[in-house]
């Protein structure tokens, strides 16, 4: 079991929450449920609709579109919070290749959470916007 004060520096090492002060993260690190998969357990399914996240605390996942394999995440990633956010179904599966555990939040919860701080809402609409960029470039300048 992960304590309060390991998910807050864990959460200091996510993009998504790197940015934040440490009382915005004690709030986050609260509402985030310890969760574990065994290989091969999927954490998502493409076409879904998603209503979570997760913070990959330890373990790597396989990100799979139409049944291929398009990337590996690892620890200090997060994946699902596109379709958290826009509540459009999942745009890939995502299947555990090693014992996984991670942190996951609801969007329910998150949403309570984006309303309640503007901070925590800034944090998120930065690094998205970041991905966007990133995701805009041709292929060759994202090397």
């Known amino acids: 079991m992960i304590s309060t004060l390991e998910r807050v520096l864990f ?28 290989p091969p357990a999927l954490l998502m399914r493409e076409g879904e609709i998603g209503d979570s996240l997760y913070l990959l605390v330890a373990g790597r996942v396989a990100v799979e579109k139409n049944g291929v394999r398009v990337a590996e995440i ?15 179904p999942r745009s890939a599966t995502v299947r555990a290749l090693e014992p996984v555990t991670a942190l996951c939040i609801s969007r329910d919860d998150f949403c309570a959470l984006l309303d309640e701080s503007g901070e925590i809402a800034r944090g998120v609409i930065k690094v998205l916007t970041r991905r966007l960029r990133v995701q805009g470039r041709p292929a060759a300048a994202r090397s």
């Open 11 to 38: 959460l200091k090492s996510i993009d998504l929450f790197r940015e934040m002060p440490s009382e915005e993260l004690v709030r986050v690190a609260q509402i985030a449920t310890e969760v574990t998969f065994e």
């Open 74 to 88: 690892a620890r200090k990633e997060c994946v699902g919070e596109m379709a958290m956010l826009d509540s459009e």
